[in-house]
């Protein structure tokens, strides 16, 4: 399935639901699973939070973000591949800021950088961690050099 990212300009999407489930008899493994059913889906977001639950049993949070279009398929896949007998869901509004991807020349090579915009001025910047985690394991560098190295040209 194809993944449609929001646009890059900055913008107001009211068309969003969160999705929640609390899950106490889910293998670590089914949730990593699940995980990549429901991006592979079209979920925007999907995080897992440890929570206590009734009887103070230990539990995981299952939430995601998705559009209005995805919801019936978010439903599917938690009723299908968890084991709850309920989710909650709701309508949310997400203010997204404008994203912008430049290129830095680092000594192993370019690395994506994807930054942040309000205004007109850049407020975040954060290189892309494949193409760092791939250059620091082909070079045989440390990871935090190899972002270095980028923070050093931003």
């Known amino acids: 399935m194809e993944n449609k990212h929001p646009p890059n300009e900055e913008h107001?999407?009211?068309?969003?639901?969160?999705?929640?489930?609390?899950?106490?008899?889910?293998?670590?493994?089914?949730?990593?699973?699940?995980?990549?059913?429901?991006?592979?889906?079209g979920a925007n977001d999907v995080i897992y939070s440890p929570i206590y639950m009734k009887k103070n049993r230990p539990g995981v949070l299952l939430q995601l973000l998705c559009s209005a279009?995805?919801?019936?398929?978010?439903?599917?896949?938690?009723?299908a591949e968890t084991t709850t007998l309920g989710i909650r869901y709701y309508p949310i509004t997400v203010h997204r800021m404008e994203r912008r991807f430049i290129k830095v020349e680092t000594e192993?090579?370019?690395?994506?950088?994807?930054?942040?915009?309000?205004?007109?001025?850049v407020?975040?910047?954060s290189p892309e961690y494949e193409e760092c985690r791939k250059i620091a394991q082909e070079?045989?560098?440390?990871?935090?050099?190899?972002?270095?190295?980028?923070?050093?040209?931003?």
């Open 69 to 79: 279009d995805k919801l019936e398929d978010m439903k599917e896949i938690l009723l």
């Open 108 to 121: 192993w090579g370019p690395i994506t950088v994807k930054q942040g915009v309000k205004d007109g001025q």
């Open 123 to 125: 407020f975040q910047s």
């Open 12 to 41: 107001i999407d009211r068309e969003m639901f969160k999705m929640e489930v609390n899950l106490d008899d889910t293998s670590g493994e089914w949730l990593g699973y699940v995980m990549d059913r429901l991006f592979e889906a």
């Open 139 to 154: 070079h045989g560098k440390p990871l935090k050099q190899v972002y270095a190295a980028v923070w050093k040209q931003l």
